[in-house]
């Protein structure tokens, strides 16, 4: 178990740079044993207890002193029912959690994903898959923590909905940018 303040989402790649002796214990078992691993979102909103499963994607680089860089794969969400210093015989965290089983290709509704592919087009995004999860629109969006807890608690109309307000509010902004660029120009 990974203790920080951050709360990946399903499919979502995040880069970690790792230093202490027992995270790189964590990743040396990662590697060598092919196991995923926790980060519990450790943050003062999270009465809920729930955190991310991780896979090692790569390892971009190694340091002499033990430190690395490297790429990690949310592939589920969990609810932590205890978490340990350390476990078992390993320096690093450890804990029981019960996995939701998210699936994170849970395609997004028509409106929305209509909604966002205008998005996109706008943003000048062409390089994507064609189809939309609300994974993949959750990260493309940028949602802060709080949205971010929000939305993995919410049922799926409610993610829906939550998504949509944002694809809205989003076009609204570059809409204004549109707008603003043809009102001021620089001499």
Not at 93 to 109: D, I, K, Y
Not at 126 to 151: K, M, P
Not at 159 to 178: A, C, D, G, I, S
Request: hydrophobic fraction near 40%.
């Amino acid at each position: 178990m990974f203790p920080l303040s951050i709360l990946p989402l399903p499919g979502e790649l995040v880069p970690l740079h790792i230093f202490e002796p027992r995270y790189q214990q964590l990743l040396q078992d990662a590697e060598n044993s092919d196991v995923s691993f926790g980060i519990f979102f450790n943050h003062t909103i999270n009465t809920e207890r729930i955190g991310s499963l991780m896979k090692l994607e790569s390892v971009i680089k190694r340091y002499p002193g033990g430190e690395s860089d490297i790429i990690v794969k949310c592939v589920d969400v969990f609810h932590m029912d205890t978490l340990f210093r350390t476990y078992k015989s390993k320096m690093y965290p450890g804990g029981e959690v019960r996995f939701w089983n998210v699936n994170e290709l849970e395609l997004a509704g028509g409106k929305l994903g209509e909604l966002f592919q205008e998005y996109l087009i706008k943003r000048k995004i062409t390089r994507h898959q064609g189809f939309f999860s609300v994974y993949s629109i959750a990260q493309e969006l940028s949602l802060d923590i709080n949205e971010r807890y929000t939305f993995l608690l919410a049922d799926e109309a409610q993610r829906e909905r939550l998504l949509l307000t944002r694809v809205k509010f989003q076009m609204h902004l570059l809409q204004r940018e549109e707008v603003s660029r043809d009102l001021f120009h620089l001499n």
